[in-house]
């Protein structure tokens, strides 16, 4: 007798699988501001985002008291004018040629994929919208240059909390050699075993291995310089879909893909799509300083 699995499909656990595998690869995408939602949207559609101005701190005066203070929230406005999918079929000859189900196999690829669009195009955005630099030499970044790092993010006076750096492979790999970093008591063995950097003066340090030319060594910068929403195509109404159409949610990053499954009886070919609308903004420029 099979199994019965009720409305959740094996196409959708492994999406969801996939999803997860999507965030992990690319975790530094929602360290900026990130508006990602389930719901659905047309392509072309805006949203509207906010950063948070820094505030100053006032005196207590026995006149006014506790007077409060103009504050100040920007709104951005996030075009979604990507709308990517990855879209792959296996046919019944392929599917009985194999003992893999390759359905399920190629699922992290696409999902690779579609992180890999989001990530060039916060990349394309952080090439040309970002003045402040940092220069560092090729493959030679250390303890030092993540500290001269955020001494210019302070200079700029951007807050403290939120910082991230995203590095080359081979600036990455000079950090972790750093005796500062591989040599410290207090982490040597986490970092040895696993190879990730962490925190290191208040940045949370990440590697990258697909950096478009413009910032070839990396960048540094505060949540608040990028802008990243994200929506879910609309479903036809008033239609008989020809298959499932369901929404995968990663729960930490609220990343959501839709996942589009049907079999074509004509051709004898099991399709799936994984599929996003999402869009980019520059939020405040002086908080990010690229390696030059």
């Known amino acids: 007798m099979a199994n019965t699995l009720g409305s959740v499909s094996n196409g959708k656990v492994i999406a969801q699988r996939a999803l997860e595998l999507l965030v992990e ?33 006032a005196d207590y005066s026995a006149t006014t ?18 709308f990517k999918h990855t879209t792959y079929a296996i046919n019944d000859d392929e599917r009985t040629s194999s003992n893999i189900n390759l359905i399920n196999r190629f699922a992290e690829q696409a999902a690779h994929a579609l992180g890999k669009a989001m990530v060039d195009s916060v ?18 970044t250390t303890f030092r240059s993540i500290v001269s790092g955020g001494l210019a993010l302070d200079n700029n006076k951007v807050p403290m909390g939120g910082r991230f750096a995203v590095l080359s492979p081979g600036n990455y790999a000079s950090l972790l050699n ?60 008033g239609v008989t879909l020809p298959g499932s159409i369901d929404v995968v949610t990663e729960p930490k990053s609220g990343l959501s893909l839709q996942v589009a499954e049907h079999y074509n009886f004509r051709l004898g070919s099991h399709e799936r799509s994984y599929r996003i609308l999402y869009g980019v903004g520059r939020g405040q420029t002086n908080s990010l300083v690229r390696i030059v």
Request: no cysteine; proline share 2%; charged share 10%.
């Open 123 to 140: 990349l394309g955005l952080v090439t040309t919208h970002y003045a402040s630099t940092l220069t560092v030499a090729a493959d030679a």
């Open 178 to 237: 750093d005796a500062n970093i591989v040599a410290n008591a207090q982490r040597s063995g986490d970092v040895v075993a696993s190879g990730q950097i962490g925190t290191v003066a208040g940045i949370q340090v990440f590697g990258y291995n697909g950096l478009a030319s413009g910032i070839s060594k990396g960048f540094i910068a505060q949540r608040e310089a990028i802008v990243v929403a994200s929506r879910l195509p609309a479903i036809p109404d």
């Open 25 to 57: 690869n690319y975790n530094w995408i929602s360290s900026g501001v990130s508006d990602f939602s389930d719901a659905t949207a047309r392509k072309g559609d805006s949203i509207t985002t906010h950063i948070v101005s820094i505030q100053s701190a």
């Open 65 to 82: 008291g506790y007077a409060p203070a103009d504050v100040t929230q920007t709104d951005v406005t996030v075009t979604l004018n990507q």
